[in-house]
C-alpha cells in the first residue's frame, strides 16, 4: 500500500510558476513509476507527466517545454514543475504511483490559473 499526499496547489496568475509536490509514504526507489495527471470540470483525467525508476522522465505535449517532473530520493518526492501557466493548467492535479501491479492515487490538489 502507498500513499500519497499531494501539495502546492494554489491560485496563480498566468505566465507565473508553482510547483507541486508527492509525498510518497514508500522508498520510492520501490516504485516503478510516479506520475502526474489533471481533471478540469467537465473533461476526463489526463495525463501529464511520468518519472520512472530509472530517472527517465515523459512530459505531455500540452504541457512540454513549460513542465518538468523530477524527484528527491531522500524525501520520497516527486515534483511537478510549473512554468509559463495558463488558464487552460486550470484543473485538480493527482499524482499516482504504480508499485508491484497496482496503482495508486492521491487526493489531488487544486491549480487556478486566473489573473
Known amino acids: 500500500q502507498v500513499q500519497l499526499v499531494e501539495s502546492g496547489g494554489g491560485l496563480v496568475q498566468p505566465g507565473g510558476s508553482l510547483r507541486l509536490s508527492c509525498a510518497a509514504s514508500e522508498n520510492i526507489f520501490s516504485i516503478n513509476a510516479m506520475g502526474w495527471y489533471r481533471q478540469a470540470p467537465g473533461y476526463s483525467r489526463e495525463w501529464v507527466a511520468t518519472?520512472?525508476?530509472?530517472?527517465?522522465?515523459f512530459v505531455a505535449d500540452s504541457v512540454k517545454g513549460r513542465f518538468t517532473v523530477s524527484r528527491d530520493n531522500a524525501k520520497n518526492t516527486v515534483y511537478l514543475q510549473m512554468n509559463s501557466v495558463k488558464p487552460e493548467d486550470t484543473a485538480v492535479y493527482y499524482c499516482n504511483a504504480i508499485m508491484d501491479g497496482r496503482i495508486y492515487w492521491g487526493q489531488g490538489t487544486q491549480v487556478t490559473v486566473s489573473s
Open positions: 518519472i520512472i525508476s530509472d530517472g527517465n522522465t
